[in-house]
């Protein structure tokens, strides 16, 4: 049976703060009550996941960003065939636009948390940027997902 809310993080936990998605969700795990959420996490989008977006209601997509200008971002997506879909990995909104092109069907309203991020190398470690930006997006996190509601989510995209 699948649940009403997915959150996928996504990223690599060897490489410093591409680990912030897949952190993300062992937070969620730990502290919040996930009858109504799946977790998923992978290393990257795939043009498969699309199949994992499937009966969902709201979706949390979760990644590490250097384009972030605060700690944390949260906003909405959109389907958008964009040059990731030909690549080995996808955006969000390629994503969307791949379910919405095999389902024929607007996607589930999404989301995107991301989190600002600045080391990204093989072996490296969380920076202490990243330590604290995480904490507060698993806070924000775990605040949305006590609720999970559009109108109350739309509420606070920043």
Known sequence: MVKPVLVFGYGNLSRGDD???PLVLEYLEAECKLDQIDLLCDFQLQIEHALDLVG???????????ACKASFH??????I?????????MSPNALLAVYQSI??????????????AEKFELGDD???KAQANLLEACVFAAQ??????????L???C
């Open 81 to 89: 065939q964009d040059l990731s879909y030909t690549t080995h990995a």
């Open 19 to 21: 680990a912030l998605g």
């Open 103 to 116: 389902k024929a069907v607007p996607p589930p309203p999404s989301f995107l948390l991301s989190i600002q």
């Open 144 to 153: 949305r997902l006590e609720e999970p509601s559009l109108p109350l989510w």
């Open 126 to 128: 969380l920076s202490a």
């Open 56 to 66: 969902r209601e709201l979706i949390i997509f979760v990644d590490a960003s250097v």
């Open 155 to 157: 509420d606070h995209v």
């Open 74 to 79: 949260f906003n909405v997506l959109t389907p």
